[in-house]
């Protein structure tokens, strides 16, 4: 079968993404000279560069997870999958019993639903309640089209 894909890009964050990591760059520097006055014999700094580690660490890791995007997958099956720049994680995959409805405004939505778009467009907003868990995604006709016939479901409003 063919396969259809979308994808939404969640780079909000990434201007301070960008500070954090120009942050680690500095202290990267500041942690290089600490290592060449540690070996020239001045034992202290390494102490200096531990805590540089530590701070570098601490800057760089949360940037990790600020931008990513969502890749809607149909191949053999409906899937949404959350893509950071290092790994890829499945957030849903359509199998047994589940309903689709169709909700017209955003702010309808319950607190706990999962809400996997970033903007509508003009896309209509499905609700996907499987598991006892509610999901929001945003596709568009083509993808719709795809998932209520494969899965031969019709959309309640």
């Given amino acids: 079968m063919n396969s259809y894909s979308m994808t939404y890009t969640f780079d909000g964050k990434k201007p301070l993404k960008t500070a954090l990591l120009v942050l680690a760059l500095g202290v990267d520097i500041v942690n290089l000279t600490f290592l060449i ?19 570098m660490l601490a800057l760089r890791l949360p940037t990790l997870k600020m931008t990513y995007s969502l890749k809607y997958d149909f191949k053999d099956g409906f899937s949404v999958k959350r893509i950071y720049q290092h790994k890829e994680e499945l957030v849903l995959y359509l ?14 939505l319950s607190e706990d639903a999962v809400r996997l778009f970033s903007c509508r ?37």
């Fill in 37 to 55: 006055s540690a070996a020239g014999g001045d034992y202290v700094k390494f102490a200096y560069l531990a805590v540089g580690i530590a701070l």
């Fill in 95 to 108: 199998c047994g019993e589940f309903d689709l409805i169709e909700v017209n405004d955003e702010s309808a």
């Fill in 121 to 157: 467009q003009d896309n209509p907003l499905i609700v996907i309640k499987t598991q006892g868990m509610s999901y929001v995604i945003a596709p568009d006709e083509y993808m719709l089209a795809l998932i209520l016939s494969f899965y031969d479901k019709t959309i309640n409003k």
